[in-house]
């Protein structure tokens, strides 16, 4: 399985929209084999969704996000784990096992520099 996480600076950037890097985690039978920092590939919003499924993604770690996104993603069958902060080493294996669950729930708190998609 893939497992992204929006990044900057070692840790979980807080716009999803706005990310310029991704944290890329090759995890196989419960251990990570590879990793990796990619750049967003010149996509934002709605495009990075098709850009992180065409990467293989199925689970997204991220900060803020718009339920617009959430629902994107979710149609390119990516669950995502949003409002997280801090180093994604520290949640990847906890997703890949299943100890914690995705949600559909929007937690931006971006208003009114950008549209979100609610």
Known sequence: MIIAATYADGQIFQHFGHTQQFKLYEVINGEIKSSKVI??????????????????????????VGGGAIA?????????????????????????SGEMVPSMKSNCDHHGDHGCHH
């Open 39 to 64: 750049d967003n590939g010149g996509n934002g919003h709605e495009a990075l969704t098709v850009y992180l499924r065409n990467l293989g993604v199925t689970r997204l770690m991220c900060g803020g």
């Open 72 to 96: 994107a993603l979710a149609n390119m069958g990516i669950e995502v784990f949003p409002g997280l902060v801090g180093n994604p080493d520290d949640y990847v294996l906890k997703i890949a």
